[in-house]
């Protein structure tokens, strides 16, 4: 088949100004040098690694496109217009299963996820993700639907939130944190809950604003971020064809170590053995094969310094028994 030659290569001014992170990297990775099939972009973001992947797919490929951001899904509307390979679906990706189920796709050939909060939401002051753009304390990745990180802040309680900021954003004055927090009351600004813990942290870390970690804490909750990807990654590889690949990039460690345990046991057969017995009686088979672990170039990192913290994990599916 003759590779196709469509407009999804163009991009948008709002996209353009999204530097995909890792974009060639994830792309040939993906595919292995195949250029047809039906492929998964987990998080539409921008669309700039959907936009790479239909420009190397030829003409009777599809890709399906997930984000639960709306904005996500009209500029991802506004894609599918001019190129009919891609369906947009606004959901989380932890509904794979379900909605390839719905449009009848057993298995896909290839599944891409880069995680955590895209540079627009980070950008967009009136997204509420930012404590450098000062927004409504939203915080919500899809803000037609759930609770705002603001009254979120008001139900909690300080033990509670203290938990969150040291498990989801590893901060060591949680408590501290956590109870300026509380004490301030209701907060309806980014500026107002990034001036409360600036005030209550004891100790900066260097070229970093104190708030950091509390956002982050506090958006992975809001957006069920590791719950999510904790449903996402056994469903991706279940829906994989044999020698189809996966390919995620996290940006944390959080992220990067649900990712990297779950291909490292995904990697690994074993054989149970019944406690009466020495024979054995269930050999399970290795679903996935590392591929790569892939950092950003230095180029990459000087022309985007967000793209720092990145890992790409890629993996591919496999049935293959060890005995």
Same mark, same amino acid.
């Given at each position: 088949?003759?590779?196709?030659?469509?407009?999804?290569?163009?991009?948008?001014?709002?996209?353009?100004?999204?530097?995909?992170?890792?974009?060639?990297?994830?792309?040939?990775?993906?595919?292995?040098?195949?250029?047809?099939?039906?492929?998964?972009?987990?998080?539409?973001?921008?669309?700039?690694?959907?936009?790479?992947?239909?420009?190397?797919?030829?003409?009777?490929?599809?890709?399906?496109?997930?984000?639960?951001?709306p904005d996500a899904q009209a500029e991802g509307a506004r894609l599918a217009a001019i190129d009919p390979r891609l369906?947009? $679906?606004?959901?989380?990706?932890? #509904? %794979?299963?379900?909605? /390839?189920?719905?449009?009848?796709?057993?298995? @896909?050939? *290839?599944?891409?996820?880069?995680?955590?909060?895209?540079?627009?939401?980070?950008?967009?002051?009136?997204?509420?993700?930012?404590?450098?753009?000062?927004?409504?304390?939203?915080?919500?990745?899809?803000?037609?639907?759930?609770?705002?990180?603001?009254d979120w802040l008001m139900q909690i309680e300080e033990s509670d939130l203290a938990d969150v900021l040291y498990q989801?954003?590893?901060?060591?004055?949680?408590?501290?944190?956590?109870?300026?927090?509380?004490?301030?009351?209701?907060?309806?600004?980014?500026?107002?809950?990034?001036?409360?813990?600036?005030?209550?942290?004891?100790?900066?870390?260097?070229?970093?604003?104190?708030?950091?970690?509390?956002?982050?804490?506090?958006?992975?909750? $809001?957006?069920?971020?590791?719950? #999510? %990807?904790?449903?996402? /990654?056994?469903?991706?590889?279940?829906?994989? @064809?044999? *020698?189809?690949?996966?390919?995620?990039?996290?940006?944390?460690?959080?992220?990067?170590?649900?990712?990297?345990?779950?291909?490292?046991?995904?990697?690994?057969?074993?054989?149970?053995?019944?406690?009466?017995?020495?024979?054995?009686?269930?050999?399970?088979?290795?679903?996935?094969?590392?591929?790569?672990?892939?950092?950003?170039?230095?180029?990459?990192?000087?022309?985007?310094?967000?793209?720092?913290?990145?890992?790409?994990?890629?993996?591919?599916?496999?049935?293959?028994?060890?005995?």
């Amino acid at each position: 088949m003759t590779e196709a030659t469509t407009p999804a290569t163009t991009t948008s001014s709002e996209s353009s100004a999204h530097l995909s992170v890792l974009l060639h990297e994830t792309i040939d990775a993906l595919l292995a040098d195949r250029t047809s099939g039906v492929y998964v972009d987990a998080t539409f973001g921008r669309g700039g690694h959907t936009r790479a992947l239909l420009a190397k797919l030829d003409a009777n490929s599809r890709v399906l496109a997930f984000d639960k951001d709306p904005d996500a899904q009209a500029e991802g509307a506004r894609l599918a217009a001019i190129d009919p390979r891609l369906t947009m $679906i606004h959901a989380s990706f932890s #509904d %794979l299963k379900a909605q /390839l189920q719905k449009l009848g796709i057993p298995h @896909v050939d *290839g599944i891409m996820a880069d995680l955590g909060v895209s540079s627009p939401q980070l950008d967009v002051a009136e997204r509420g993700f930012s404590f450098m753009n000062d927004g409504p304390l939203d915080m919500r990745m899809d803000n037609s639907q759930g609770i705002t990180a603001a009254d979120w802040l008001m139900q909690i309680e300080e033990s509670d939130l203290a938990d969150v900021l040291y498990q989801y954003g590893d901060e060591r004055h949680s408590r501290r944190i956590a109870r300026a927090i509380k004490l301030a009351g209701r907060m309806e600004t980014t500026a107002e809950l990034a001036e409360v813990v600036k005030v209550a942290h004891p100790k900066w870390e260097k070229h970093k604003h104190p708030a950091t970690r509390s956002f982050q804490a506090i958006r992975i909750v $809001i957006n069920r971020e590791l719950a #999510d %990807l904790d449903l996402f /990654l056994p469903q991706a590889v279940e829906s994989l @064809v044999a *020698g189809g690949r996966l390919a995620v990039i996290s940006f944390h460690s959080l992220e990067d170590r649900r990712v990297k345990q779950f291909i490292q046991l995904a990697s690994t057969a074993s054989i149970e053995n019944s406690s009466w017995t020495p024979m054995p009686l269930i050999t399970k088979t290795k679903t996935l094969k590392k591929i790569a672990r892939i950092a950003p170039s230095d180029a990459e990192v000087d022309a985007n310094p967000r793209s720092r913290s990145a890992w790409l994990r890629v993996a591919e599916r496999t049935d293959e028994a060890i005995t």
